[in-house]
């Protein structure tokens, strides 16, 4: 069963204190991993997709790496409107068009 | 460019109503995603249309819920009657065709039965 692990749960940081949120994940096939970003009361915003393992994506702050068996979601240099909560979910080739999500980290970047 | 958008964005009923969800993908997307994430869980999979076609129903928790999505465009979510347990948040989300794993997000109905 295709599964999805996230960690930490929640992880509070300074501003400019830069650090990484996991993602550790069971698949049979990967399609896609992907990351979000889910600010309170709204919808998931994408951010990221990596497809294989090797592969690297940056946004701003964000630089997202993927292996065989995890991702990571690094941040650098954080600032407060990086507060969020952060998802990581799977599409495997045995779950057709699903994707599967993690339960998330909730980033909070001190001022 | 127009986001998905959900209606309501909150919707408050008492078990054994019914209540109607409704979604607006974004334009030209043929692919669309229910998802519901009750309290304390993840985001869980419902179900995909492909245009009007059910793709993939696999994760519609029983009879009492049903989706329409009625000449390819906007899709309804009904649940009827509605149960203490169908209390969650419930995201729509589209994506532009089958090889596109992008999924873009609605800001989701808050359900609540009492």
């Known amino acids: 069963e295709d599964q999805v692990t996230q960690s930490p749960e929640a992880l509070r940081l300074q501003e400019g204190e830069s650090s990484s949120l996991n993602c550790s994940y069971t698949?049979?096939?990967?399609?896609?991993l992907f990351w979000y970003r889910q600010d309170p009361g709204k919808g998931p915003e994408f951010l990221f997709t990596l497809y294989s393992a090797g592969e690297e994506k940056e946004k701003e702050r964000l630089k997202a790496t993927l292996t065989k068996k995890e991702s990571f979601l690094h941040i650098t240099a954080p600032k407060p409107e990086d507060s969020a909560t952060y998802l990581c979910a799977v599409s495997g080739y045995s779950s057709a068009s699903k994707i599967i999500f993690g339960s998330g980290t909730r980033l909070s970047i001190r001022p | 460019e127009a986001g998905v958008t959900q209606f309501p964005s909150h919707s408050v009923i008492e078990k054994g109503q019914t209540v109607t969800l409704r979604c607006d993908p974004i334009s030209g997307h043929d692919n669309l995603y229910w998802y519901r994430r009750v309290m304390g869980k993840e985001i869980k999979f419902l179900l995909h249309f492909v245009k009007e076609s059910k793709q993939d129903e696999s994760g519609m928790p029983n009879n009492r819920f049903l989706a329409e999505r009625t000449g390819g465009t906007y899709s309804t979510l009904k649940v009827q009657p509605a149960e203490l347990e169908d209390s969650g948040v419930y995201f729509c989300?589209?994506?532009?065709?089958?090889?596109?794993?992008?999924?873009?997000f609605g800001p989701g109905t808050r359900l609540t039965v009492t």
């Open positions: 989300a589209s994506s532009q065709d089958v090889g596109s794993y992008e999924q873009y």
């Open positions: 698949v049979s096939g990967l399609r896609g």
